[in-house]
T-cell receptor, first 113, second 112 residues
Framework: AQSVTQLGSHVSVSEGALVLLRCNYS??????LFWYVQYPNQGLQLLLK??????LVKGINDFEAEFKKSETSFHLTKPSAHMSDAAEYFC???????????FGKGTTLSVSS | DTGVSQDPRHKITKRGQNVTFRCDPI?????LYWYRQTLGQGPEFLTY????????KSRLLSDRFSAERPKGSFSTLEIQRTEQGDSAMYLC??????????FGPGTRLTVL
């Protein structure tokens, strides 16, 4: 069965600091991996996705993630945090394109000035 | 492309009542998904459709829950005899066959 573990339910950084949100997955087949962001009282917005092409995936708003098969990880990074990045971030996995997504519990990112 | 829309955005009901939510997907998206999200948790998959066919249902979808997509366009999710444990955000998403899922703003259900 597939699963996603997001390490750290809450991450706090200063504006301009590196953002690192951790995601480990479990999948019996090559996975499709996603990062979504959710602002309060809104739906989820896709940041980036991995679909077996390049292992380093670039997304919107300068976010990127690296697929490491040996570590079963798909950590999300951003070189310099902005106040507007404060939100809830979810990592998700599916074993087939266009099927059910399995989400992690989420990580709340706080950004202080 | 106006995005996925959901109606209503908020619903407050009393325990035991039936509620129905509507989702309008992005036009020409043939797959439509329903998820439930409780406070402090990630979304949990409930069911999905390809056109009008319901292809997969989660064990979370009890007998009190039913979803339809009669003409392969909009979808409805009905909860019968609501319970307090049904209080959650209900999210709808749509996609083309193998593409990214795009989410709507959700319907927040509160069962008193």
């Amino acid at each position: 069965a597939q699963s996603v573990t997001q390490l750290g339910s809450h991450v706090s950084v200063s504006e301009g600091a590196l953002v690192l949100l951790r995601c480990n997955y479990s999948s019996s087949v090559p996975p499709y991996l996603f990062w979504y962001v959710q602002y309060p009282n809104q739906g989820l917005q896709l940041l980036l996705k991995y679909t077996s092409a390049a292992t380093l995936v670039k997304g919107i708003n300068d976010f990127e993630a690296e697929f490491k098969k040996s570590e079963t990880s798909f950590h999300l990074t951003k070189p310099s945090a902005h106040m507007s990045d404060a939100a809830e971030y979810f990592c998700a996995v599916s074993n087939e394109a266009g099927t059910a997504l399995i989400f992690g519990k989420g990580t709340t990112l706080s950004v202080s000035s | 492309d106006t995005g996925v829309s959901q109606d209503p955005r908020h619903k407050i009901t009393k325990r035991g009542q039936n509620v129905t939510f509507r989702c309008d997907p992005i036009s020409e998206h043939n797959r439509l998904y329903w998820y439930r999200q409780t406070l402090g948790q990630g979304p949990e998959f409930l069911t999905y459709f390809q056109n009008e066919a319901q292809l997969e249902k989660s064990r979370l979808l009890s007998d009190r829950f039913s979803a339809e997509r009669p003409k392969g366009s909009f979808s409805t999710l009905e909860i019968q005899r609501t319970e307090q444990g049904d209080s959650a955000m209900y999210l709808c998403a749509s996609s083309s066959l193998t593409d990214t899922q795009y989410f709507g703003p959700g319907t927040r259900l509160t069962v008193l």
